[in-house]
């Protein structure tokens, strides 16, 4: 994991925590947001179930895709 995926995890779950919710789990991908191939994303939207929130640090982050 990256310094700057781990500061990003760190902040996140402090994020979480001030609210008084925890996280179930962290996706880390390390491939650009405009590609398609994206495995952590694909297993991310697998993984996912009505009424989960993805709490994510910046939107750029998930994908350039329009």
């Known amino acids: 994991m990256s310094i700057h995926a781990q500061r990003a995890k760190e902040e996140l779950k402090a994020f979480a925590y001030k609210f008084n919710h925890c996280l179930t789990g962290y996706y880390i991908e390390n491939q650009s947001g405009t590609k398609l191939e994206r495995p952590e994303l694909n297993k991310l939207i697998e993984d996912s179930e009505a009424g989960?929130?993805?709490?994510?640090e910046k939107m750029d982050r998930l994908t350039r895709l329009p």
Request: aromatic share 0%.
């Open 52 to 56: 989960d929130v993805l709490l994510i």
